[in-house]
């Protein structure tokens, strides 16, 4: 085979390979190129306990994330793709128990904040992918620490997850 043959072969399969069905990208995102447009609504927050900053926190999140990690605007409403929901529960709980001393009771060495977050999605162009779901993750932390200096760090770490999972079950169809 010669050079400009396998130059026209090489051009013929990439050319096949990057087309399909649907517009993929290094995120695992499979969107179809008839969506164009994103709406997300504020998550207000309705969780008894936690800090007063997480629903903007979280509504900020997930719209930054779908930003750098799609190519879709961002619009007020009407989006082709359209995410809403709400906080709906933030607990502490023990995890661990120790020991206590002589004369002293036991006491949690090891608590858990979990969040939860209901979110709902819709897919104009494709109602088989609309989704009311319920997505939770939580983050160990030592008792010996102070929470109040450490609490938005953990929120954070908790709400990039669940971003992750609601953007995996949305446009990465996991």
């Known amino acids: 085979m010669n050079l400009k043959t396998f130059s026209l072969f090489f051009l013929l ?73 709400f906080i709906s529960n933030y607990t502490i709980t023990p995890v661990a128990a120790t020991a206590g001393s002589q004369g002293q009771a036991d006491f949690s060495a090891l ?17 088989t992918f609309d989704f009311d779901r319920t997505f939770s993750f939580f983050r160990d932390f030592d008792n010996s620490i102070n929470l109040p200096a450490n609490e938005e760090a953990f929120v954070e770490e908790i709400f990039d997850q669940i971003v992750l999972d609601i953007f995996n079950a949305s446009v990465a169809n996991w």
């Open 111 to 127: 608590s858990r904040i979990t969040i939860t977050i209901s979110a709902s999605y819709v897919n104009v162009n494709d109602p």
């Open 13 to 85: 399969l990439s050319a096949g390979l990057s087309s399909g069905c649907g517009v993929y990208s290094f995120t695992g995102a499979s969107i179809s190129p008839d969506v164009k447009t994103i709406s997300i609504q504020t998550f207000y927050n309705n969780a008894p306990l936690g800090p007063s900053t997480m629903s903007a926190l979280f509504t900020e999140n997930i719209k930054d994330y779908f930003q750098q990690n799609t190519s879709l605007e961002l619009t007020d409403v009407n989006g082709d793709l359209q995410i809403d929901g």
